[in-house]
Protein backbone atom coordinates (compact mmCIF):
# COMPACT_ATOMS: atom_id res chain seq x y z
CA UNK A 1 0.00 0.00 0.00
CA UNK A 2 1.35 3.23 -1.15
CA UNK A 3 1.22 6.23 1.32
CA UNK A 4 0.70 8.43 -1.34
CA UNK A 5 -2.72 8.34 -2.70
CA UNK A 6 -3.51 9.92 -6.07
CA UNK A 7 -7.13 9.82 -7.67
CA UNK A 8 -8.96 9.03 -10.20
CA UNK A 9 -6.53 6.59 -11.61
CA UNK A 10 -7.67 7.32 -15.07
CA UNK A 11 -9.49 10.04 -16.76
CA UNK A 12 -10.70 10.81 -20.51
CA UNK A 13 -11.87 14.13 -20.85
CA UNK A 14 -12.53 16.72 -23.69
CA UNK A 15 -10.66 19.56 -24.69
CA UNK A 16 -12.98 22.34 -22.93
CA UNK A 17 -13.64 20.08 -19.94
CA UNK A 18 -12.74 21.33 -16.38
CA UNK A 19 -11.38 18.17 -14.80
CA UNK A 20 -9.50 17.94 -10.97
CA UNK A 21 -6.22 15.44 -10.02
CA UNK A 22 -6.12 14.48 -6.12
CA UNK A 23 -3.17 13.55 -4.24
CA UNK A 24 -3.57 13.01 -0.57
CA UNK A 25 -0.11 11.60 1.19
CA UNK A 26 -0.27 9.82 4.82
CA UNK A 27 3.14 10.28 5.80
CA UNK A 28 3.32 13.17 7.56
CA UNK A 29 5.62 14.98 4.98
CA UNK A 30 6.20 18.70 4.27
CA UNK A 31 6.69 18.96 0.54
CA UNK A 32 4.29 17.51 -1.93
CA UNK A 33 5.22 17.83 -5.52
CA UNK A 34 3.35 17.67 -9.55
CA UNK A 35 5.12 15.64 -11.92
CA UNK A 36 4.42 15.24 -15.59
CA UNK A 37 5.38 11.72 -17.25
CA UNK A 38 5.73 11.07 -20.87
CA UNK A 39 6.70 8.70 -23.18
CA UNK A 40 10.32 8.23 -23.78
CA UNK A 41 11.08 12.05 -21.93
CA UNK A 42 12.14 12.69 -18.90
CA UNK A 43 10.07 12.94 -15.75
CA UNK A 44 9.25 16.69 -15.55
CA UNK A 45 8.50 18.84 -12.24
CA UNK A 46 5.53 21.16 -12.47
CA UNK A 47 5.06 21.73 -9.18
CA UNK A 48 6.54 21.93 -5.51
CA UNK A 49 5.12 22.89 -2.27
CA UNK A 50 6.91 23.04 0.90
CA UNK A 51 4.74 23.23 3.83
CA UNK A 52 1.93 24.42 1.38
CA UNK A 53 4.01 27.13 -0.12
CA UNK A 54 3.94 27.23 -3.77
CA UNK A 55 7.71 27.02 -4.37
CA UNK A 56 8.28 25.99 -7.62
CA UNK A 57 6.31 26.58 -11.14
CA UNK A 58 8.64 25.08 -13.98
CA UNK A 59 7.32 27.56 -16.58
CA UNK A 60 3.91 25.27 -16.58
CA UNK A 61 1.04 26.40 -18.76
CA UNK A 62 -1.55 28.13 -16.83
CA UNK A 63 -4.34 25.78 -17.88
CA UNK A 64 -2.81 24.01 -15.15
CA UNK A 65 -3.21 25.27 -11.53
CA UNK A 66 -2.28 23.46 -8.64
CA UNK A 67 -3.93 23.74 -4.92
CA UNK A 68 -2.46 22.64 -1.74
CA UNK A 69 -5.14 23.51 1.12
CA UNK A 70 -2.73 21.66 3.90
CA UNK A 71 0.19 19.75 3.84
CA UNK A 72 -1.49 16.34 3.50
CA UNK A 73 -3.65 17.26 0.10
CA UNK A 74 -2.41 18.45 -3.57
CA UNK A 75 -4.91 19.09 -5.92
CA UNK A 76 -3.97 19.84 -10.14
CA UNK A 77 -6.98 21.70 -11.60
CA UNK A 78 -7.38 21.10 -14.99
CA UNK A 79 -9.35 23.12 -17.73
CA UNK A 80 -8.84 23.41 -21.68
CA UNK A 81 -6.40 21.29 -22.30
CA UNK A 82 -4.80 19.81 -25.11
CA UNK A 83 -4.03 16.74 -26.92
CA UNK A 84 -0.12 16.77 -25.86
CA UNK A 85 -1.01 16.86 -22.49
CA UNK A 86 -1.95 13.20 -22.39
CA UNK A 87 -0.05 11.74 -19.79
CA UNK A 88 0.73 9.90 -16.71
CA UNK A 89 0.77 12.77 -14.14
CA UNK A 90 2.51 11.44 -10.45
CA UNK A 91 1.76 13.08 -7.45
CA UNK A 92 5.07 12.50 -5.09
CA UNK A 93 6.19 13.94 -1.46
CA UNK A 94 8.99 14.09 1.08
CA UNK A 95 9.45 15.09 4.70
CA UNK A 96 11.51 17.94 3.31
CA UNK A 97 13.24 19.53 0.08
CA UNK A 98 16.26 17.98 1.05
CA UNK A 99 17.33 15.04 -1.15
CA UNK A 100 19.63 13.51 1.24
CA UNK A 101 17.41 12.42 4.17
CA UNK A 102 14.27 12.74 2.50
CA UNK A 103 13.21 10.25 -0.44
CA UNK A 104 10.46 11.04 -2.65
CA UNK A 105 7.53 8.86 -2.23
CA UNK A 106 5.26 8.96 -5.19
CA UNK A 107 2.18 7.83 -5.51
CA UNK A 108 0.98 5.29 -8.62
CA UNK A 109 -0.26 7.92 -10.88
CA UNK A 110 -3.82 9.39 -12.91
CA UNK A 111 -3.55 8.85 -16.73
CA UNK A 112 -4.96 11.31 -18.18
CA UNK A 113 -6.07 10.62 -22.30
CA UNK A 114 -7.11 14.47 -23.36
CA UNK A 115 -9.46 13.63 -26.53
CA UNK B 1 23.76 22.65 -16.76
CA UNK B 2 23.45 19.08 -15.55
CA UNK B 3 22.01 16.09 -17.65
CA UNK B 4 21.77 12.39 -17.50
CA UNK B 5 21.98 10.04 -20.42
CA UNK B 6 20.65 6.21 -20.30
CA UNK B 7 21.68 5.35 -23.21
CA UNK B 8 19.47 1.78 -23.44
CA UNK B 9 15.83 2.27 -24.13
CA UNK B 10 14.96 -1.12 -24.01
CA UNK B 11 17.00 -4.43 -22.40
CA UNK B 12 16.20 -7.82 -22.20
CA UNK B 13 17.80 -10.42 -19.58
CA UNK B 14 16.98 -14.33 -18.68
CA UNK B 15 15.88 -14.95 -15.75
CA UNK B 16 18.75 -15.50 -13.31
CA UNK B 17 21.58 -13.76 -15.82
CA UNK B 18 22.96 -10.81 -14.40
CA UNK B 19 22.48 -7.56 -15.12
CA UNK B 20 23.73 -3.87 -15.69
CA UNK B 21 22.11 -0.65 -16.52
CA UNK B 22 24.14 1.80 -17.41
CA UNK B 23 23.64 5.92 -16.53
CA UNK B 24 25.92 8.38 -17.58
CA UNK B 25 25.61 11.82 -16.22
CA UNK B 26 27.16 15.43 -17.23
CA UNK B 27 27.76 17.83 -13.98
CA UNK B 28 30.54 20.17 -13.17
CA UNK B 29 31.28 18.38 -9.03
CA UNK B 30 30.17 15.41 -7.16
CA UNK B 31 26.37 15.49 -8.04
CA UNK B 32 23.29 13.43 -5.68
CA UNK B 33 22.81 10.61 -7.62
CA UNK B 34 19.45 8.04 -7.72
CA UNK B 35 17.87 4.85 -9.27
CA UNK B 36 14.14 4.75 -9.10
CA UNK B 37 12.05 1.24 -10.38
CA UNK B 38 8.66 1.88 -11.89
CA UNK B 39 6.72 -1.54 -11.79
CA UNK B 40 4.06 -1.01 -14.53
CA UNK B 41 0.91 0.68 -13.31
CA UNK B 42 3.07 2.23 -10.15
CA UNK B 43 5.36 5.77 -9.27
CA UNK B 44 8.79 5.88 -9.10
CA UNK B 45 10.27 3.98 -5.39
CA UNK B 46 13.52 4.67 -4.91
CA UNK B 47 16.23 1.28 -5.12
CA UNK B 48 19.43 3.21 -3.69
CA UNK B 49 21.27 6.95 -3.68
CA UNK B 50 24.79 8.04 -3.81
CA UNK B 51 25.89 11.30 -2.37
CA UNK B 52 29.54 10.82 -0.72
CA UNK B 53 31.98 8.54 0.74
CA UNK B 54 31.76 4.53 -0.88
CA UNK B 55 31.35 4.43 -4.19
CA UNK B 56 29.45 1.25 -3.94
CA UNK B 57 25.94 1.94 -2.97
CA UNK B 58 23.69 -1.23 -1.95
CA UNK B 59 19.95 -0.62 -2.39
CA UNK B 60 16.86 -2.62 -1.96
CA UNK B 61 15.66 -5.74 -3.61
CA UNK B 62 19.19 -6.64 -4.19
CA UNK B 63 20.30 -4.06 -6.42
CA UNK B 64 23.81 -2.09 -6.03
CA UNK B 65 25.06 0.85 -8.56
CA UNK B 66 28.81 2.00 -8.40
CA UNK B 67 29.50 5.59 -9.09
CA UNK B 68 32.57 6.03 -11.22
CA UNK B 69 33.86 9.74 -11.48
CA UNK B 70 36.31 9.32 -14.36
CA UNK B 71 34.05 7.59 -16.14
CA UNK B 72 30.88 9.95 -14.98
CA UNK B 73 29.04 6.67 -14.84
CA UNK B 74 26.42 5.25 -12.03
CA UNK B 75 25.33 2.14 -13.51
CA UNK B 76 22.87 -0.25 -11.79
CA UNK B 77 23.77 -3.79 -10.96
CA UNK B 78 21.92 -6.99 -9.72
CA UNK B 79 24.09 -10.44 -10.20
CA UNK B 80 20.76 -12.54 -10.89
CA UNK B 81 17.36 -11.26 -12.30
CA UNK B 82 14.05 -12.18 -11.04
CA UNK B 83 10.66 -11.69 -13.53
CA UNK B 84 9.88 -9.21 -10.30
CA UNK B 85 12.36 -7.09 -11.49
CA UNK B 86 10.53 -6.53 -14.79
CA UNK B 87 9.87 -3.02 -14.71
CA UNK B 88 11.79 0.77 -15.82
CA UNK B 89 14.06 1.72 -14.56
CA UNK B 90 15.03 5.64 -14.33
CA UNK B 91 18.57 7.25 -13.02
CA UNK B 92 18.58 10.91 -11.85
CA UNK B 93 20.97 13.16 -11.27
CA UNK B 94 21.11 16.61 -8.78
CA UNK B 95 22.94 19.11 -7.59
CA UNK B 96 24.28 18.77 -3.69
CA UNK B 97 22.35 21.94 -3.04
CA UNK B 98 18.93 22.86 -4.23
CA UNK B 99 16.46 20.06 -3.11
CA UNK B 100 13.96 18.42 -5.72
CA UNK B 101 13.56 21.10 -7.41
CA UNK B 102 17.38 20.60 -9.27
CA UNK B 103 16.80 16.96 -9.96
CA UNK B 104 17.03 15.50 -13.18
CA UNK B 105 16.14 12.02 -14.75
CA UNK B 106 16.81 10.28 -17.00
CA UNK B 107 14.34 8.61 -19.58
CA UNK B 108 14.46 5.67 -18.63
CA UNK B 109 15.53 1.71 -19.40
CA UNK B 110 12.74 -0.62 -19.51
CA UNK B 111 13.74 -4.35 -18.57
CA UNK B 112 12.36 -7.29 -19.72
CA UNK B 113 12.90 -11.22 -17.89
CA UNK B 114 12.51 -14.41 -20.15
CA UNK B 115 11.54 -17.52 -18.26
Known amino acids: ETGVTQTPRHLVMGMTNKKSLKCEQH?????MYWYKQSAKKPLELMFVYNFKEQTENNSVPSRFSPECPNSSHLFLHLHTLQPEDSALYLCASSQDWDPVNSPLHFGNGTRLTVT | AQSVTQPDIHITVSEGASLELRCNYS??????LFWYVQSPGQGLQLLLK??????LVQGIKGFEAEFKRSQSSFNLRKPSVHWSDAAEYFC?????????????FGTGTKLQVIP
Open chain 1, 27 to 31: LGHNA
Open chain 2, 92 to 104: AVGPPSGGYQKVT
Open chain 2, 27 to 32: YGATPY
Open chain 2, 50 to 55: YFSGDT
